[in-house]
C-alpha cells in the first residue's frame, strides 16, 4: 500500500499535475491569448486536454465522448482558476490536490472496492452517466457539474473585477 500511495502522490498526483498545468494553461492557455484571444486561449487547451485523456485508451465511443467533454470541462475550470487567480501555479496545486485524492490512492469512487485506495465509495448504480463509464467518476455527470460550477465562480470573480 505504501508503494501504491507514494507513487501515486509524487508521480500520478503532484507531477502529472503541475506538468499538465504547465503543459495546457502556461504553455498554450498563454500562447494563443497573445496571439488570438482570452476565449481561444481558454477553449483550446481545454479540448485538446480532454482528448488527451483518451489517447491509448480501449473505451466505447461513449466514454471517449464523455471523457472528452468531461476533460474539455475541467480544462475549462482549470484555465479560469489560473486566469482569475494570475498564476497557473494555482491550477497546478488544485489539479495535483485532485489527482492524488482521487487518482493517487486516497479517495475510490466506483462500482466496486479498490484495495489500494485508503478510502473506497462504492457506487450503487451502474448507470454510466453517474459512474462515469469506463473512465470513472472523473468523467460523470456529477463530476461535469462540480467543473462548471467552479469555472462559473472564477468566471464570476474575473467579472467582478473588472468592473
Known amino acids: 500500500m505504501f508503494n501504491t500511495l507514494s507513487a501515486g502522490v509524487a508521480f500520478t498526483g503532484i507531477a502529472a499535475g503541475f506538468v499538465e498545468e504547465m503543459v495546457f494553461r502556461g504553455v498554450i492557455l498563454n500562447a494563443l491569448k497573445k496571439r488570438w484571444n482570452i476565449k481561444v486561449a481558454v ?3 481545454s479540448i485538446l486536454f480532454g482528448i488527451v485523456h483518451v489517447l491509448g485508451q480501449d473505451f ?3 466514454s471517449c465522448l ?10 475549462v475550470m482549470f484555465s479560469m482558476i489560473a486566469i482569475e487567480s494570475g498564476s497557473v501555479w ?4 488544485v489539479h495535483a490536490i485532485w489527482n492524488v485524492v482521487i487518482i493517487g490512492g486516497g479517495l475510490a ?10 478510502m473506497t465509495y462504492v457506487l450503487n448504480s451502474k448507470d454510466f452517466a453517474i459512474t462515469g463509464g469506463e473512465f470513472g467518476i472523473e ?6 457539474f462540480g467543473y ?11 467579472k467582478s473585477r473588472k468592473n
Open 43 to 45: 477553449i483550446v487547451p
Open 60 to 62: 466505447s465511443i461513449g
Open 66 to 75: 464523455l471523457v472528452i467533454i468531461a476533460g474539455t470541462m475541467v480544462g
Open 90 to 93: 494555482n491550477s497546478g496545486i
Open 109 to 118: 469512487i466506483g462500482e466496486k472496492m479498490d484495495k489500494y485506495s485508503v
Open 139 to 144: 468523467s460523470s455527470v456529477i463530476s461535469l
Open 148 to 158: 462548471i460550477i467552479v469555472a462559473g465562480i472564477a468566471f464570476f470573480m474575473i
